[in-house]
């Protein structure tokens, strides 16, 4: 079946713009992680959205980042007034919870990522 | 906190010869653990996890990890390498606490193989 898909691939924009990452999970997934992986940082999470629940947004490095799942599917990542240390790969993934307490059981399956440099 | 430590950041070996990765967790319950590998290009497989029961854990290609709770180690290995086992390779253990809903994993920095004919 398909995997988790990621547009653009690549991205390449201007200091001070903003620009838009999408993903689509897996369907019938109902979480959905965002990661970035950057050199020096190694892969870092961001947010977490788990069916109706309030996101988990504690992975975020500054207000600029937000991010929002619409229908329980497709999530959109944004980044306002990029920064040339936003440079990275972005990185969506999604998994289906067990119904078990602890989330972090449950086998997170990735997309390709989005390259994203900032000039 | 929880966290995850990949000591060896570039990992040369031949092909044919065996591999071991090692990871070290910090984790105040039993860790969830997982690899997962990246091929130049590509987004991260999981090869293998490591949830409960049986500590010798076996994945895709030919991969396996054990879980040592007193050492706080899930070292990857595999007897035989082959040229297409050269990429990078992450640990990493789920921060979810128990009936919380932080649902996110926690990665080391990554060991890059590579694979000498």
């Known amino acids: 079946g398909a995997g988790v898909s990621q547009s653009p691939s690549n991205k390449v924009t201007e200091k001070g713009k903003d620009v838009e990452l999408r993903c689509d999970p897996i369907?019938?997934?109902?979480?959905l992680y965002w990661y970035r992986q950057s050199l020096g940082q190694g892969l870092e999470f961001l947010i977490y959205f788990q069916g109706n629940s309030a996101p988990d947004k504690s992975g975020l490095p500054s207000d600029r980042f937000s991010a929002e799942r619409t229908g329980g599917s497709v999530s959109t990542l944004t980044i306002q007034r990029t920064q040339q240390e936003d440079s990275a790969v972005y990185l969506c993934a999604s998994s289906i919870p067990t119904g078990r307490a602890r989330f972090s059981t449950d086998t997170q399956y990735f997309g390709p990522g989005t390259r994203l440099t900032v000039l | 906190a929880q966290s995850v430590t990949q000591p060896d950041i570039h990992i040369t070996v031949s092909e044919g010869a065996s591999l071991e990765l090692r990871c070290n967790y910090s984790?105040?319950?039993?860790?969830?653990l997982f690899w997962y590998v990246q091929s130049p290009g590509q987004g991260l497989q999981l090869l293998l996890k490591?949830?409960?029961?049986?500590?010798l854990v076996q994945g895709i290609k030919g991969f396996e990890a054990e879980f040592k709770r007193s050492q706080s180690s899930f070292n990857l290995r595999k007897p035989s390498v082959h040229w297409s086992d050269a990429a990078e390779y992450f640990c990493?253990?789920?921060?979810?606490?128990?009936?919380?809903?932080?649902?996110?994993?926690?990665f080391g920095k990554g060991t890059k193989l590579s694979v000498k004919p």
């Open positions: 369907s019938g997934h109902t979480a």
């Open positions: 490591y949830f409960s029961g049986d500590t």
């Open positions: 990493a253990v789920g921060a979810g606490a128990w009936g919380g809903s932080q649902g996110n994993l926690i």
């Open positions: 984790y105040g319950a039993t860790p969830y």
